[in-house]
Each structure stands twice: as C-alpha cells, then as structure tokens.
C-alpha cells in the first residue's frame, strides 16, 4: 500500500482545503519527483511518465481544485503496486484527451472518452487505496438537483470527500479524495454522495 506521495486530486469541497477553479490561489506545482516505495518499502521510482503533461495542463487552466497533481500522479493516486499498470493506462488517455480535462468549483472532470480505463482503475483499486478507515464516523455534505458532496472524518485518516455532478446525459461524474489527494473518480446512474454505498467507496473502503 503506498503511503507516502509526492502527488499531495478523477473518479471526480467544504471545508476541506479545496479550491474553487478561478480562485486567486498560485496554480499547483508541475514538478514531479520520485514517488515512494510500495507497501513494503523498496527504492524510490520515477512518477508515470505523462505526469508532468497532464499537470501541466491542470495548471494551465487553473484547476485550484486539485492541488496536489503532482503528488497523487506520482503515487499512483495511492493505488496498490498490482494497479499501476491500470493507473499508467488510465493516466495516458486522460493525457491523450487533456483538452477534455476539465474543472469545477468541488471537483475534477476527466475526459468522458477514458470512462473504460477509470472503471478498470476503479475495479482494480477497490479495497487497496485506504489503509485504515477503521475508524470513521458519519458523514456530512450537501445535495441539489445537480451536485453533492459528502465528507466523511476517519481517525488516523482524515477526512474522506465525495463530490459528484450531474452530466449532462443524466449520469453523475464523482471525485473521490482523500483530503486534498485524488484517489480516483467514478461514475454512477444517480446522485449518491455517500462515502459508504456511493461509488467511490471502492476508494475508500
């Protein structure tokens, strides 16, 4: 299980250092470096190839909402060492399609076109991307007709935040982090933020 990241957000904002896109905070760093070893320690490696384009981009069009890029992409978005294949495949169609890339004031929108590589990420990081969420207590957030957010606080954790947007084929499009870090996003027939039956409890739990 990685840990320790140099990526510090797809799939997919309270109080909980978020960015709004457009807001007046400096852009995310693009610099990317050794990320950690896998659960067992081992020597530090070179992030993904394609990190510094895609957050490159993430800069470039202010997406304030996911500061950490850098660290998360590097990290493998925490995924276990068996899903970096996954995470190199899914990583490489959201930088073919990073025109599509795009933000909102909680949450970040992958391109619709890499929906086949986020579900095999997804299926493959389900149980592996938490490594204590023992010790969770509620959850809080926010709901309209288009939008919620669910926020989850985890002893030993942090907090455990859902953000989904209705698109606008009816589907909801779901970000999932781990404070400020990306775990992944998701996508689900209804608007569900919540962190325990939603879709982004395969990140969670």
Same mark, same amino acid.
């Given at each position: 299980?990685?840990?320790?990241?140099?990526?510090?957000?797809?799939?997919?904002?309270?109080?909980?250092?978020?960015?709004?896109?457009?807001?007046?905070?400096?852009?995310?760093?693009?610099?990317?470096?050794?990320?950690?070893?896998?659960?067992?320690?081992?020597?530090?490696?070179?992030?993904?190839?394609?990190?510094?384009?895609?957050? !490159?981009?993430?800069?470039?069009?202010?997406?304030? /909402?996911? &500061?950490?890029?850098? $660290?998360?992409?590097? *990290?493998?978005? @925490? #995924?276990?060492?068996?899903?970096?294949?996954?995470?190199?495949?899914?990583?490489?169609?959201?930088?073919?399609?990073?025109? !599509?890339?795009?933000?909102?004031?909680?949450?970040? /929108?992958? &391109?619709?076109?890499? $929906?086949?590589?986020? *579900?095999?990420? @997804? #299926?493959?990081?389900?149980?592996?991307?938490?490594?204590?969420?023992?010790?969770?207590?509620?959850?809080?957030?926010?709901?309209?007709?288009?939008?919620?957010?669910?926020?989850?606080?985890?002893a030993g954790v942090g907090e455990l935040r859902t953000s989904c947007t209705r698109?606008?084929?009816?589907?909801?499009?779901?970000?999932?982090?781990?404070?400020?870090?990306?775990?992944?996003?998701?996508?689900?027939?209804?608007?569900?933020?919540?962190?325990?039956?939603?879709?982004?409890?395969?990140?969670?739990?």
């Open positions: 299980m990685r840990i320790g990241i140099v990526w510090t957000i797809l799939v997919f904002g309270t109080s909980l250092g978020l960015f709004a896109c457009g807001a007046e905070e400096p852009p995310p760093s693009s610099t990317t470096t050794s990320g950690s070893g896998g659960s067992g320690g081992g020597e530090p490696k070179l992030p993904p190839a394609r990190c510094g384009e895609l957050c !490159d981009h993430v800069s470039q069009i202010k997406c304030f /909402v996911w &500061p950490s890029c850098a $660290k998360d992409c590097a *990290d493998y978005l @925490r #995924a276990d060492e068996a899903c970096e294949s996954a995470f190199e495949t899914l990583l490489g169609c959201w930088a073919d399609q990073k025109a !599509d890339f795009t933000c909102l004031p909680t949450q970040v /929108v992958p &391109p619709a076109g890499c $929906k086949a590589e986020e *579900d095999a990420f @997804r #299926a493959c990081a389900q149980g592996q991307t938490r490594s204590d969420t023992a010790a969770c207590t509620g959850q809080s957030g926010t709901n309209a007709s288009d939008a919620c957010t669910s926020s989850t606080f985890c698109l606008g084929d009816g589907t909801w499009q779901c970000t999932c982090r781990s404070d400020v870090s990306l775990l992944g996003t998701c996508t689900e027939p209804t608007g569900k933020c919540d962190n325990l039956e939603g879709c982004c409890a395969a990140f969670f739990f």
